[in-house]
């Protein structure tokens, strides 16, 4: 312990006898861990927020899809690289077969396209326009105020009825009342009879305008990409998740022919498997960002490398000294290792407090609730120690195989 300090505080010394070396020397490390800081936090923040946002939601209801892959996907559009056109489209009636299901409380069907909106002399091109079904806001969360979503008489009857969101309703009506009002989509008119606004999140702010209308006037009248319906299954009272799952993937097993030893061709996707498909995103995100700040933390171990070098030169005498009364050459290794380890703590050390008290301005300023990690804390000062450690290691080295009588010698 001793000769830990010791070579603690001839570091330190070091340092503010030789303060602009020094800066420029752990500057690499104190960027790198800033970096590090920073999107440990804002990934954290998200991530909490998107947990909570699916907290917020039907919380057992599940998906069935076509296809569903989690993380990045890359297709160059070869069947090879598009999994998804090995399975076949889920079909009207496979939603129907399973609504009667006795573990299934409801079915909602969704489709998405995009289309141009019109009101009066206003047209609003590319909107986000979703055919649903009634109980699509029970699965969805959020609240429609004022008005109303549409009944399952007129989801049925294909009605002309549209709900749709406050930043549409801004752009469209622009402080006038929309309940009863009618726009077009896609060129047909509809009777507006809600405003709908989502659940609190992250992203509630960046939702771009949306228009929901009953699923079969979706079908019959907007163009869109077919193929990609998707259902949400709310399990009925008395049944938990995993049975009402079970029965789903019985039926659809059964329409669809398969042998009991053929695998499915859709898939049934809970909101534990979104939230794992979201955390490996952010988790590639943080990857690429660790590999870039991993570069800084280089650039100060060169920096490290130098400067030790000349602390070595500096104190050739003071070495031989030592070697002369008996210290040992793991003794000096040590010291200049203990040297190098500090000199990066504390660039480490200074960047963990820029890197939290800019989570804390990101936190502040923007929507996203960043905060720091303790994880992120520990990596940040570990990563730091190591890259000293790792390239003072020559240095080091080098001032312990110096001979001690020719070390004494040297002017």
Same mark, same amino acid.
């Given at each position: 312990?001793?000769?830990?300090?010791?070579?603690?505080?001839?570091?330190?010394?070091?340092?503010?006898?030789?303060?602009?070396?020094?800066?420029?020397?752990?500057?690499?490390?104190?960027?790198?861990?800033?970096?590090?800081?920073?999107?440990?936090?804002?990934?954290?923040?998200?991530?909490?927020?998107?947990?909570?946002?699916?907290?917020?939601?039907?919380?057992?209801?599940?998906?069935?899809?076509?296809?569903?892959?989690?993380?990045?996907?890359?297709?160059?559009?070869?069947?090879?690289?598009?999994?998804?056109?090995?399975?076949?489209?889920?079909?009207?009636?496979?939603?129907?077969?399973?609504?009667?299901?006795?573990?299934?409380?409801?079915?909602?069907?969704?489709?998405?396209?995009?289309?141009?909106?019109?009101?009066?002399?206003?047209?609003?091109?590319?909107?986000?326009?979703?055919?649903?079904?009634?109980?699509?806001?029970?699965?969805?969360?959020?609240?429609?105020?004022?008005?109303?979503?549409?009944?399952?008489?007129?989801?049925?009857?294909?009605?002309?009825?549209?709900?749709?969101?406050?930043?549409?309703?801004?752009?469209?009506?622009?402080?006038?009342?929309?309940?009863?009002?009618?726009?077009?989509?896609?060129?047909?008119?509809?009777?507006?009879?809600?405003?709908?606004?989502?659940?609190?999140?992250?992203?509630?702010?960046?939702?771009?305008?949306?228009?929901?209308?009953?699923?079969?006037?979706?079908?019959?009248?907007?163009?869109?990409?077919?193929?990609?319906?998707?259902?949400?299954?709310?399990?009925?009272?008395?049944?938990?998740?995993?049975?009402?799952?079970?029965?789903?993937?019985?039926?659809?097993?059964?329409?669809?022919?398969?042998?009991?030893?053929?695998?499915?061709?859709?898939?049934?996707?809970?909101?534990?498997?979104?939230?794992?498909?979201?955390?490996?995103?952010?988790?590639?995100?943080?990857?690429?960002? &660790?590999? !870039?700040?991993?570069? *800084?933390?280089?650039?100060?171990?060169? #920096?490290? /490398? @130098?400067?030790?070098?000349?602390?070595? %030169?500096?104190?050739?005498?003071?070495?031989?000294?030592?070697?002369?009364?008996?210290?040992?050459?793991?003794?000096?290794?040590?010291?200049?290792?203990?040297?190098?380890?500090? &000199?990066? !703590?504390?660039?480490? *050390?200074?960047?963990?407090?820029?890197? #939290?008290? /800019? @989570?804390?301005?990101?936190?502040?300023? %923007?929507?996203?609730?960043?905060?720091?990690?303790?994880?992120?804390?520990?990596?940040?000062?570990?990563?730091?120690?190591?890259?000293?450690?790792?390239?003072?290691?020559?240095?080091?080295?080098?001032?312990?195989?110096?001979?001690?009588?020719?070390?004494?010698?040297?002017?």
């Amino acid at each position: 312990m001793t000769s830990l300090f010791e070579g603690v505080g001839i570091a330190l010394a070091s340092l503010l006898a030789h303060k602009g070396r020094a800066a420029l020397t752990i500057l690499g490390v104190a960027i790198g861990v800033t970096v590090v800081m920073v999107i440990a936090a804002m990934i954290s923040g998200i991530n909490q927020s998107v947990s909570n946002l699916f907290q917020s939601l039907a919380p057992q209801s599940f998906l069935v899809w076509r296809f569903f892959q989690a993380g990045v996907n890359v297709s160059d559009g070869s069947d090879e690289a598009s999994p998804w056109r090995r399975n076949p489209t889920i079909r009207e009636i496979e939603a129907d077969r399973i609504a009667v299901l006795p573990s299934v409380r409801y079915v909602t069907r969704r489709d998405e396209s995009s289309a141009t909106v019109e009101f009066g002399g206003l047209r609003l091109e590319s909107v986000n326009v979703s055919g649903l079904s009634s109980q699509w806001v029970e699965v969805n969360g959020g609240d429609i105020y004022p008005g109303r979503t549409f009944t399952r008489l007129e989801d049925l009857a294909n009605s002309a009825v549209a709900v749709i969101s406050h930043k549409l309703e801004d752009q469209l009506f622009r402080g006038r009342d929309p309940i009863g009002q009618t726009i077009k989509v896609a060129g047909v008119p509809y009777s507006v009879i809600g405003v709908y606004t989502p659940p609190a999140s992250l992203f509630s702010g960046a939702a771009q305008p949306f228009v929901g209308i009953p699923h079969g006037a979706f079908v019959k009248y907007v163009p869109y990409v077919k193929g990609w319906m998707r259902l949400a299954v709310g399990p009925a009272p008395g049944y938990t998740q995993q049975q009402s799952m079970d029965e789903v993937v019985a039926t659809l097993r059964s329409l669809r022919g398969l042998k009991p030893g053929q695998e499915n061709n859709f898939s049934i996707v809970t909101q534990d498997k979104l939230l794992d498909s979201w955390n490996k995103v952010t988790g590639m995100f943080f990857l690429v960002m &660790l590999v !870039l700040s991993s570069i *800084a933390l280089m650039v100060g171990g060169v #920096g490290v /490398v @130098a400067i030790m070098m000349i602390s070595v %030169t500096e104190r050739t005498r003071e070495i031989g000294v030592r070697k002369a009364l008996g210290a040992t050459r793991r003794a000096i290794l040590w010291q200049f290792l203990v040297e190098a380890a500090t &000199l990066t !703590l504390v660039g480490g *050390a200074a960047g963990m407090l820029v890197g #939290g008290f /800019v @989570a804390w301005l990101v936190s502040r300023l %923007t929507p996203i609730p960043a905060h720091v990690p303790v994880w992120s804390i520990v990596a940040a000062l570990t990563a730091s120690a190591l890259t000293g450690i790792g390239f003072g290691l020559y240095p080091a080295s080098r001032a312990s195989r110096l001979d001690p009588v020719e070390a004494l010698r040297y002017e």
